[in-house]
């Protein structure tokens, strides 16, 4: 029994360990640029300027269809699945745009990258584009994204708009943070363009 004991403390020590790696990690990992426009007590508004990225279409109509599929794709991708066998960082967070027509996936590219240096994908269904320039709303909120908590707060972040005033452009969007095996400090993020004059 004492034995027993001894290594279910030593396996919780190492999961800690883990743990706290990955939030390090997490937090080392570049993160797509904006600047904080208003932090209301529920929402922020946001500018981000133009980026770089690579993505996937889909007809998949849940994030549960979505996320597993174009995650491999795009993975594949910077993990040197391009014509130059390159290496490419991951960085945060991944975009995704899941509705009844065309739903995306995508991966912002890093800041040293453009359209123009980036190696071309080996996967043809993996397109670069360029972003626009873009005020967005933002809702964050913990733990495991699924389809029923993005429904929620995509509610709660369109109801808060529609008491402010808001004008929201287009669809409603997941922004993803952390890697699966991170369980503790995990960022989950939705959010809409929206009108706004500074």
């Given at each position: 029994m004492?034995?027993?004991?001894?290594?279910?403390?030593?396996?919780?020590?190492?999961?800690?360990?883990?743990?706290?790696?990955?939030?390090?990690?997490?937090?080392?990992?570049?993160?797509?640029?904006?600047?904080?426009?208003?932090?209301?007590?529920?929402?922020?508004?946001r500018?981000?300027p133009?980026?770089?990225?690579?993505?996937?279409?889909?007809?998949?109509?849940?994030?549960k269809?979505l996320?597993?599929p174009g995650?491999?794709?795009?993975a594949?991708?910077?993990?040197?699945?391009?014509?130059?066998?390159?290496?490419?960082?991951?960085?945060s967070?991944?975009?995704?745009?899941?509705?009844?027509?065309?739903?995306?996936?995508?991966?912002?590219?890093?800041?040293?990258?453009?359209?123009?240096?980036?190696?071309?994908?080996?996967?043809s269904?993996?397109?670069?584009?360029?972003?626009?320039?873009?005020?967005?709303?933002?809702?964050?909120?913990?733990?495991?994204?699924?389809?029923?908590?993005?429904?929620?707060?995509?509610?709660?972040?369109?109801?808060?708009?529609?008491k402010?005033?808001?004008k929201?452009?287009?669809?409603?969007?997941?922004?993803?943070?952390?890697p699966?095996?991170?369980i503790?400090?995990?960022?989950?993020?939705?959010?809409?363009?929206?009108e706004?004059?500074?």
């Amino acid at each position: 029994m004492k034995v027993l004991k001894i290594i279910l403390f030593l396996f919780f020590c190492l999961f800690l360990i883990f743990q706290s790696y990955m939030i390090m990690a997490t937090n080392r990992t570049e993160q797509q640029k904006y600047n904080l426009i208003q932090k209301d007590k529920d929402f922020e508004i946001r500018f981000y300027p133009a980026s770089t990225f690579a993505t996937i279409e889909s007809d998949a109509k849940t994030y549960k269809e979505l996320s597993y599929p174009g995650f491999r794709k795009l993975a594949g991708y910077i993990f040197g699945g391009n014509e130059a066998n390159a290496q490419i960082s991951m960085t945060s967070p991944v975009h995704m745009d899941v509705n009844d027509s065309v739903s995306t996936m995508s991966f912002v590219m890093p800041s040293i990258y453009n359209k123009t240096n980036l190696p071309k994908p080996k996967d043809s269904n993996i397109r670069i584009v360029m972003s626009q320039d873009e005020y967005v709303a933002v809702i964050r909120f913990g733990g495991y994204a699924n389809d029923k908590e993005l429904k929620f707060y995509k509610e709660k972040l369109k109801d808060l708009l529609s008491k402010k005033g808001i004008k929201t452009l287009g669809h409603y969007r997941y922004l993803g943070y952390n890697p699966p095996y991170q369980i503790f400090g995990r960022r989950n993020e939705i959010i809409v363009s929206v009108e706004w004059k500074e």
